[in-house]
T-cell receptor, first 112, second 111 residues
């Protein structure tokens, strides 16, 4: 099954700064997904990242706040921009893997 | 939009069976999934079921799907303390090809 390496695993950031999260998949995948898991909550889809096209954002998420790159079929980044304490969450990337979906280990972000 | 709902908490004794329930609203769901999340860890795919099946068994795990009632359950036989975690059901949105997750059920296994 596919393996996704996600980094950083955690970070503490100052408000107003930006953090870029990276995900590397060990196989080529057409689609990658970015989710947010707020404290004690479920996972919410932020956007879908396709190689060669702009990411598709879900309602409530905008490109200026969460720019995404997808330079090739094995890699994607999510940037959390101009952070505020409300952005403190776990961010996870995901990719299809057979009939299932594999997830990265997550990035635990704390904004102070 | 789609909605997936779960009960928030379940407590069982070690050795008992656990049953975690989930309901969903998307009548066009093709695949439904169960994921496990341990503290500080990512999501681990436990099992999935295709919508034309009504049961799937995998070792200690049994998934039951009632498509008419849009009800999904996960039964864990002989529950162990290592099964303590949050369990998420998820529904594949065939349009977006992304998963819609339930709120998660925290399973606590008492020795």
């Amino acid at each position: 099954s596919a393996v996704i390496s996600q980094k950083p695993s955690r970070d503490i950031c100052q408000r107003g700064t930006s953090l870029t999260i990276q995900c590397q998949v060990d196989s080529q995948v057409t689609m990658m997904f970015w989710y947010r898991q707020q404290p004690g909550q479920s996972l919410t889809l932020i956007a879908t990242a396709n190689q060669g096209s702009e990411a598709t954002y879900e309602s409530g998420f905008v490109i200026d706040k969460f720019p995404i790159s997808r330079p090739n079929l094995t890699f994607s980044t999510l940037t959390v921009s101009n952070m505020s304490p409300e952005d403190s969450s776990i961010y996870l990337c995901s990719a299809p893997d057979g009939h299932g979906y594999t997830f990265g280990s997550g990035t635990r972000l704390t904004v102070v | 939009g789609e909605d997936v709902e779960q009960s928030l908490f379940l407590s069982v004794r070690e050795g008992d069976s656990s049953v975690i329930n989930c309901t969903y609203t998307d009548s066009s769901s093709t695949y439904l999934y169960w994921y496990k999340q341990e503290p500080g860890a990512g999501l681990q795919l436990l099992t999935y079921i295709f919508s034309n099946m009504d049961m799937k068994q995998d070792q200690r795990l049994t998934v039951l799907l009632n498509k008419k009632d849009k009800h999904l359950s996960l039964r864990i036989a002989d529950t162990q303390t290592g099964d303590s975690a949050i369990y998420f059901c998820a529904d594949l949105d065939t349009g977006r090809r992304a998963l819609t997750f339930g709120s998660g059920t925290r399973l606590q296994v008492q020795p």
